[in-house]
Nanobody, 130 residues
Framework: QVHLVASGGGSVQAGGSLRLSCVAS????????AGWFRQTPGKEREGVAH????????YYDESVKGRFTISQDGAKNTVFLQLNSLKPEDTAMYYC???????????????????????WGQGTQVTVSS
């Protein structure tokens, strides 16, 4: 059982930045892909950014492309999400996850589906004010 702990959320003004971290209880970066999702009350959880096992491939939702960057540090069992140029619509609870979605260059149909991920962190709140 892999345990994930997310942190780094907070309250910022529009245009600001945050860096989220997700620490795994064991080394997962070579076996599992990782993803960051977000959810607001009354809405479904949506995929934001994803990184394939080994880190060679990444995938971003169009709404965050060019502003968010996902990365990993295998030595620290940690996946990061750098959030820049934040907008009020980025306000949400952010969750990290690890799993085995089909993830290959040119085929990203499944990487943003929450049900493709087996392990989830507890969530960290990001609030962006205008």
């Amino acid at each position: 059982q892999v345990h994930l702990v997310a942190s780094g959320g907070g309250s910022v003004q529009a245009g600001g930045s945050l860096r989220l971290s997700c620490v795994a209880s064991e080394s997962t970066h070579r076996l599992y892909s990782a993803g960051w999702f977000r959810q607001t009350p009354g809405k479904e959880r949506e995929g934001v950014a994803h990184i394939a096992s080994g880190g060679a491939l990444t995938y971003y939702d169009e709404s965050v492309k060019g502003r968010f960057t996902i990365s990993q540090d295998g030595a620290k069992n940690t996946v990061f999400l750098q959030l820049n140029s934040l907008k009020p619509e980025d306000t949400a609870m952010y969750y990290c996850a690890a799993g085995l979605p089909e993830f290959e260059s040119g085929n990203y149909c499944y990487v943003s589906f929450p049900h493709e991920y087996n392990y989830w962190g507890q969530g960290t709140q990001v609030t962006v004010s205008s």
